[in-house]
């Protein structure tokens, strides 16, 4: 999507991914067609309200009002021929097939008024369904009006009014006191608070200075900032958070691939059942052929399953949409009925539990070696790792003012920790899994890292690697803490009532350490040690007992976890190019408790889609028997499926008020 461009239509968007495929029209018509059918629907219906009125109240004469009901049915019908008649050479009998035989046998018959009253309350019906879910997709594309259409860019000494396209990665802008920021910058004057709502769902303003990074869309405080442009708007997190949600919509969930499927199988199979019930009736009961044409007819209007194919898409759409106003991305309907159902959660201990910012907090010298070395030796084998306990000793190394000796030759081991070479020596650095491999392990040295791990310290073990005639020594040990987020221990209580019945928590992290954090937080079920294999393992044992399974990790090292469960849960994806594209799930806060809020809306549409298809089929099935039995008439069952059609739609748009 370009900016500054017209961005399509959702009315659009629905005509080419028409939620209702199997019926082969449009229900949600896009504007430009609303605009040729609604005077046009106007006026049939007008035309054929005046017909009912000089037929039953002025007692005009029968060519009269047969001529309204003709010109009403043509004025208020005519969109329906075209696609009926492609369906019927198909041998697909749709919807629109379905109407127009109805409403032409009923004219044969002679019930003219009810043939017209037919073809109008099913185009009422259409438009209704067409405003109302034409609604419900717009809810999303408000985003589209968060981010202002130009931004004051900086041109020499000037300020310059710029369209969004034209402003370059690098450009500076300028942000007033209650604007809305343009693009995505980083500040690099002034100081604001700023609301991160429409982005990540925060509901209090987030304090920006010098350095922090801005989102397009969000809205800016009391003071004035001047930032520099990171990304191009149609890079954006905005203009990414619009894309996955209009992608979302677009795709199928189970509930609605399977209704599309009975529909495709079911409409056709409709005119067939109402030849048959004609043909026994007449053929081998002496019925009444008009009457038995008539409740066939009528039959064939009560079968449309416009209510029944309708429940599910507006349902899906409002959720997704709902979820996005609260800064939890959902990839598609499949995910957003899968949270609803999830029954066991893994989570990663860092930067999940723990804030994934852990600090070095004492330094051990094991063989009289002095810290600093230590330290310079440690952050030289971890300087170009991702690892947070790797990154946590670089960073603490540079506040220090120890200068890094990048290392030479490095093998990494996965869960383990790097081995290198630096100034001629052999050395490592990693956990207590890795000392155990190299066999330089001894008594003294579990004990000590064992109290170390049982107050829930991760330990980085530093020394030289054996080689050679060298049999490797252990020269220090830095003990890392994490501190645990203040809201964990909530959203795993909060996790639990909306029906997760086991979470666990998986770490790369020794037992104890997984141990310690687990049972402040109300976790029960915790394991450590874990390579990125066996947390693969972990989770399918998860799915043989539980079934539903989610994953929230942080991407490489769980990277094999995430793929095993039924979804994967990226925290924190504000700003995160990867974790928006890759996850199943973002959560654009770092706050376990949005997952808890996604549940409780899947569970919310999920309720609502079973609401809508029991109540569209039970209705259908009593008008049906009532039909067949003779009890109802032609207009009476097109009201029905219209009002069912209406109030599946309004049901399913309740969602958007949570």
């Known amino acids: 999507m370009k900016p500054n461009e017209p961005h399509p239509s959702h009315e659009e968007d629905h005509e080419k991914n028409s939620s209702c495929n199997s019926c082969d029209h449009d229900h949600a018509s896009n504007e430009g067609i609303n605009r040729w059918r609604e005077p046009s629907l106007g006026l049939g219906a007008v035309v054929t309200l005046v017909g009912l009125a000089a037929e039953h109240l002025f007692k005009a004469s029968p060519a009269f009002h047969t001529g309204l009901y003709i010109v009403g049915m043509v004025a208020g019908g005519w969109f329906l021929l075209p696609e009926a008649l492609k369906s019927i050479i198909r041998f697909r009998p749709n919807i629109n ?44 594309s408000k985003l589209l009006d968060l981010a202002p259409p130009r931004a004051r860019v900086k041109k020499g000494s000037a300020w310059i009014d710029t369209l969004l396209a034209e402003v370059a990665v690098g450009d500076i802008v300028e942000i007033r006191p209650g604007e809305r920021v343009p693009l995505d910058a980083v500040v690099s004057e ?264 049982e107050k829930g310290l991760s330990i980085v073990v530093v020394g030289h690697q054996p080689h050679g005639s060298c049999g490797g020594e252990v020269l220090g040990i830095l003990a890392v803490g994490d501190a645990i987020r203040p809201e964990a221990a909530e959203a795993i209580a909060a996790l639990r009532k909306v029906g997760v019945q086991e979470i666990v928590m998986l770490s790369g992290d020794n037992q104890k ?64 190019d990867t974790a928006i594209e890759t996850a199943d799930i973002a959560l654009m806060q770092d706050d376990l408790r949005q997952l808890q809020v996604a549940m409780a809306i899947s569970q919310s549409v999920l309720s609502t889609i079973r609401w809508n298809i029991g109540f569209a089929l039970s209705l259908k099935t009593v008008f049906m028997v009532l039909g067949i039995l003779g009890h109802t008439s032609l207009w009476l069952a097109i009201l029905a499926d219209t009002g069912a059609t209406v109030l599946v739609v309004a049901n399913a748009m309740r969602l958007l008020r949570k």
């Open 190 to 453: 002034g100081q604001s608070d700023v609301n991160q709502a429409p982005i990540t769902g925060e509901p209090l303003p987030v304090e920006k200075k010098v350095g922090d990074s801005l989102f397009s869309g969000t809205l800016n405080g009391s003071g004035l900032l001047v930032a520099q442009v990171t990304k191009l708007y149609s890079d954006s997190t905005l203009a990414k958070i619009i894309r996955l949600v209009e992608e979302a919509q677009e795709q199928r969930a189970p509930t609605q691939r399977f209704i599309e499927k009975f529909s495709a199988i079911y409409t056709p199979l409709v005119p067939l059942v109402a030849l048959v019930v004609f043909g026994v009736a007449v053929l081998f009961f002496d019925g009444d052929s008009k009457e038995w044409a008539y409740r066939a007819f009528t039959l064939l209007v009560i079968a449309c399953p416009c209510a029944l194919v309708v429940s599910t898409p507006v349902s899906i759409v409002c959720g997704l949409t709902v979820l996005a106003r609260r800064g939890v991305l959902i990839k598609g309907g499949a995910y957003l009925e899968l949270i609803g159902k999830m029954k066991a959660l893994a989570v990663d201990k860092t930067g999940t539990i723990t804030e994934g910012r852990p600090r070095v907090l004492e330094i051990i010298s094991w063989n009289g070696m002095p810290d600093r070395e230590i330290l310079r030796i440690a952050a030289g084998l971890d300087a170009k790792s991702t690892h947070p306990l790797a990154r946590a000793v670089v960073d603490y190394a540079v506040a220090q003012g120890v200068e890094l000796s990048p290392a030479r030759e490095i093998e990494n081991r996965s869960g383990r920790g790097n081995l290198g070479e630096i100034e001629g020596h052999r050395y490592f650095v990693g956990n207590h899994r890795l000392v155990h491999e190299l066999g330089i392990c001894n008594s003294d040295l579990e004990e000590r890292l064992s109290r170390l791990q």
């Open 513 to 576: 350490a997984a141990n310690a954090v687990a049972s402040q937080v109300g976790i029960t079920q915790a394991r450590g040690d874990l390579l990125p294999e066996d947390k693969k393992l972990e989770i399918e044992k998860l799915q043989k007992q539980y079934g539903v399974v989610g994953m929230v990790g942080d991407g490489i090292n769980d990277a094999p976890a995430l793929a095993a469960s039924s979804f994967g849960i990226a925290m924190g994806a504000a700003g995160s």
């Open 97 to 140: 097939a379905l109407v127009v035989i109805a409403s032409i046998g009923a004219a044969i018959i002679g019930a003219w008024g009810e043939a017209a009253v037919v073809v109008i309350l099913f185009g009422v019906a259409e438009w209704l369904e067409g405003y109302s879910v034409g609604r419900a997709r717009k809810a999303i």
